[in-house]
C-alpha cells in the first residue's frame, strides 16, 4: 500500500463505510482541531467517542468520553488519532484488539512501523490526513473556501 | 497506481466547477446574493467560528467566487485561492497577514508603476516598510535583508514588459533568511509560467488582466502554495498565534496547509472588506476557460509584431524577452518556455515627440492604461500614467520620454503590424 497518495476512492470507500469513529486525543477545548473535526464528524451523520484520558467520565459534545480504546462499549469501526507519532503504536495494538476496521492518523502524523501492523492484521490505513477535510474534499464542501480538491468531475453527484 | 496529471488547457475548463448539485446546471451560476441563510442557531454558530464549511456572507465565500479561487489555485498548483475586488486589493490582503506594524518586506524595483506607489507610500502610513531591490542581481536582495522583514515580492515576468527575474535565485535567498516569496504572476499567467515550482511560497494575479481576458472585468486572487512553516516561530502572529476574535483558535494549527488562505479570508477580507463581485467572478471565470488558447495566441503575436519593431529604421530600441538579442532571453527561455507574454515596450528615434504621435496615429490600438485584453492595447507612459514624474524618475520607472508600451491581442498579427507601420509614418 502507498502512502504517499491515496486514490479517492479509497478515502471515499472508507467514508462511506465507517459510522463510528473512536478519536484518540478528543480536546473538550472547542477552539481546538479535533473538536472541530469532532463537531463536523458528527454533523454529516457519524457518531464521534471520544478518547482522552485526561478527560475520562466527562462530555464532549454530547458523547461520554472514555480513558482508552478498549473501554468502548459499542463496536468501533475506525480509529482517529489526533496524537503524535510515538504515540501510535500502543493505539494500534489497541484498535487491532477492539476490532477496528479502520487506523487513521491526522495531518502531520505518520508512523510506517504501526501502519503495516494494522494492514497486517486487515486494518486499512490512512496517514497524514484530516477526515473532516477529507470528506470536504470528496463531498465538493471544501471547494466552497477556494481549496483545490483534486477532483475534476463531469457528474452532478458528487463522490460523498 | 499514479493517476496521469491533467493537461493545463484540461484544468483550465474543469478544476473547480462540477455540474451544480441541485440543479444540474453546467455553466457555474451566478450566485448573485449577499448572504445564505442557516440550519439553525447551531450550524450558525459552527460557521461563524469556522467549524464547518458553508456560506455566510459573500463578503466572505461565494459559491461562484469560490470556483474561481479553486480553478486558479489548481492552474497554479498551489493549495487554495482568495479572490479579492483587484489585483491591488490581493496584495493589500497578503500583506495583512504577514505584517505587524514596524515590519519590513523587500520588493523588486522592476513592479507595476501601482504597485510602486501602494508599497511605498500607502503601506507605510500603516506602519509596512517596503525596501527595494534591484532583481537584476538576485544578491540584492540578500544585502537588503533585516531581521524584521517579514516577505519578498517580485513579478516574475514585470510590467512594463520585457523584463524577467530570476524567480528560483530569489526564493532561495528568502529561504535562507526564513522569509516567504510573493510572486506577482499577472503578466506570465499560470499557463507561462507556476512560480510555486520554482519555489515561490504565495502567488498573486490582477485577475483583470489575462485571467479574465477581455478587459470587463476588476478582479484579483492569491494563492497559497501551502508550503511555508508559518509556525516555526513567533514572527507570523497573525498565522501562528491564537486569534482574538476567533476565540483563541490558531490559523496555521486549525487550517494546516490553507492556514495562510484561510487567514486571508476571514481576517483579510471580513475586516478589510474587497470581496470580488459574484458577476465578476463568473466573467473572469469565463475567461480563463479559454486562457491556453489565449495565451498561445498572444505570444505569437507579440513576438510577431517585436520582431517587426526590432528591423524597423523608425524603432531604436524594443525591449522582449521573447527576442534572441534580448539581456532576459536567457530568463525567459527557463522560466517562459512557452512564450515570453504579450506586453513589452520600445522607442522611437523620434523620442517623446514621435511617441505621441503614433500613439495618436494608430487605428486598432486602443490607447488605454490596462493590459491583458484580447485586444492590442497602446499607451505612452511618459504623456499619460507617468506624466507626473520628472525625467530622471520616468526613466528610473522604465518609462523615459521615448517609452512606448503595448499589450498585443489576439488579432491578426499581420494586422497590427500594418496599423504600426502607418502610424510610424
Ligand atoms: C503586474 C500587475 N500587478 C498588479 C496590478 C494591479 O491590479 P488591479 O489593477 O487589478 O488592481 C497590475 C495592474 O495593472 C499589474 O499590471
Redesign the interface.
Known amino acids: 500500500m502507498n502512502h504517499d497518495s491515496y486514490s479517492d476512492s479509497y478515502i471515499a470507500g472508507i467514508l462511506r463505510d465507517c459510522r463510528t469513529i473512536a478519536m484518540v486525543g478528543a480536546s473538550a477545548n472547542w477552539n481546538r482541531p479535533s473538536f472541530f473535526a469532532m463537531k463536523y464528524l458528527q454533523g454529516k451523520g457519524y457518531r464521534v467517542i471520544p478518547v482522552n484520558p485526561g478527560q475520562a467520565g466527562n462530555e464532549i459534545l454530547g458523547e461520554t468520553v472514555y480513558a482508552g480504546l478498549k473501554d468502548i462499549p459499542v463496536p468501533v469501526d475506525m480509529v482517529d488519532c489526533f496524537r503524535k507519532a510515538e504515540a501510535i503504536p500502543a493505539i494500534c495494538a489497541d484498535a487491532i484488539d477492539i476490532g477496528a476496521r479502520v487506523l487513521w492518523m491526522q495531518l502531520g502524523v505518520r508512523n510506517m512501523d504501526a501502519a503495516r501492523q494494522a494492514e497486517a492484521a486487515g486494518l486499512k490505513v490512512v496517514m497524514d490526513r484530516c477526515p473532516k477535510i477529507e470528506y470536504g474534499r470528496l463531498s465538493g464542501e471544501l471547494g466552497w473556501i477556494g481549496v483545490n480538491r483534486g477532483i475534476l468531475s463531469a457528474k452532478k453527484r458528487p463522490l460523498l | 497506481?499514479?493517476?496521469k496529471k491533467?493537461d493545463f488547457a484540461?484544468?483550465a475548463v474543469?478544476?473547480?466547477s462540477?455540474?451544480?448539485?441541485v440543479t444540474?446546471a453546467?455553466v457555474t451560476p451566478i450566485y448573485q446574493t449577499t448572504s445564505y441563510v442557516f440550519d439553525d442557531a447551531d450550524h450558525a454558530a459552527?460557521l461563524f467560528?469556522?467549524?464547518?464549511?458553508?456560506?455566510i456572507y459573500t463578503r466572505l465565500?461565494n459559491?461562484t467566487?469560490?470556483?474561481l479561487?479553486?480553478r486558479i489555485?489548481?492552474l497554479e498548483g498551489?493549495?487554495?485561492?482568495?479572490?479579492c475586488a483587484s489585483g491591488h486589493a490581493a496584495q493589500l490582503i497578503a500583506f495583512h497577514a504577514l505584517m505587524e506594524e514596524g515590519d519590513e518586506f523587500i520588493a523588486s524595483t522592476r513592479l507595476y508603476g501601482g504597485s510602486i506607489t501602494q508599497f511605498g507610500q500607502t503601506f507605510a502610513k500603516m506602519g509596512w516598510k517596503v525596501i527595494w531591490a534591484d532583481p537584476d542581481d538576485p544578491e540584492n536582495f540578500r544585502r537588503a535583508m533585516t531581521d524584521r522583514v517579514k516577505a519578498v515580492f517580485i513579478e516574475g515576468l514585470a510590467n512594463p514588459g520585457g523584463v524577467v527575474t530570476d524567480i528560483e535565485a530569489i526564493a532561495d535567498i528568502a529561504h535562507e533568511h526564513h522569509v516567504p516569496l510573493i510572486v506577482d504572476n499577472t503578466l506570465a499567467t499560470p499557463y507561462l509560467c507556476n512560480p510555486l515550482q520554482w519555489g515561490a511560497d504565495i502567488v498573486i494575479h490582477s485577475a483583470t488582466k489575462f485571467i479574465g481576458g477581455h478587459g470587463n472585468s476588476m478582479g484579483g486572487i492569491i494563492i497559497d502554495g501551502g508550503r511555508f512553516d508559518w509556525s516555526a516561530d513567533d514572527r507570523y502572529p497573525t498565522l501562528s498565534a491564537?486569534n482574538p476574535s476567533?476565540?483563541?483558535?490558531r490559523f496555521h494549527?486549525?487550517f494546516?496547509d490553507?492556514g495562510f488562505?484561510?487567514a486571508c479570508?476571514a481576517l483579510g477580507l471580513r475586516d478589510l472588506g474587497p470581496a470580488l463581485s459574484p458577476f465578476n467572478a463568473f466573467l473572469i471565470l469565463t475567461g480563463s476557460e479559454t486562457l491556453p488558447l489565449r495565451m498561445e495566441k498572444h505570444c505569437a503575436n507579440a513576438l510577431k509584431v517585436a520582431e517587426f519593431l526590432r528591423q524597423d529604421e523608425r524603432v531604436a530600441w524594443v525591449s522582449y524577452a521573447g527576442l534572441t538579442d534580448s539581456p532576459y532571453y536567457g530568463l525567459a527561455q527557463k522560466y517562459l518556455p512557452r512564450g515570453a507574454g504579450s506586453i513589452f515596450t520600445f522607442g522611437l528615434k523620434g523620442g517623446y515627440e514621435a511617441g505621441t504621435e503614433l500613439v495618436a496615429r494608430v487605428n486598432l490600438f486602443s490607447h488605454l492604461a490596462n493590459i491583458g485584453d484580447v485586444r492590442s492595447l497602446i499607451i505612452h507612459p511618459a504623456s499619460t500614467t507617468h506624466r507626473q514624474l520628472s525625467e530622471e524618475q520616468q526613466i528610473a520607472a522604465g518609462a523615459g520620454p521615448d517609452v512606448i508600451r503595448l499589450s498585443i491581442g489576439i488579432e491578426g498579427a499581420d494586422d497590427l503590424i500594418a496599423d504600426l507601420d502607418q502610424a510610424m509614418g
Open positions: 497506481m499514479t493517476e491533467p484540461t484544468l474543469h478544476a473547480g462540477s455540474p451544480d448539485p444540474g453546467r459552527q467560528n469556522l467549524q464547518t464549511f458553508g456560506n465565500t459559491p467566487t469560490a470556483v479561487e479553486e489555485a489548481t498551489g493549495r487554495a485561492g482568495v479572490a491564537p476567533y476565540h483563541g483558535l494549527e486549525t494546516g490553507f488562505a484561510m479570508r
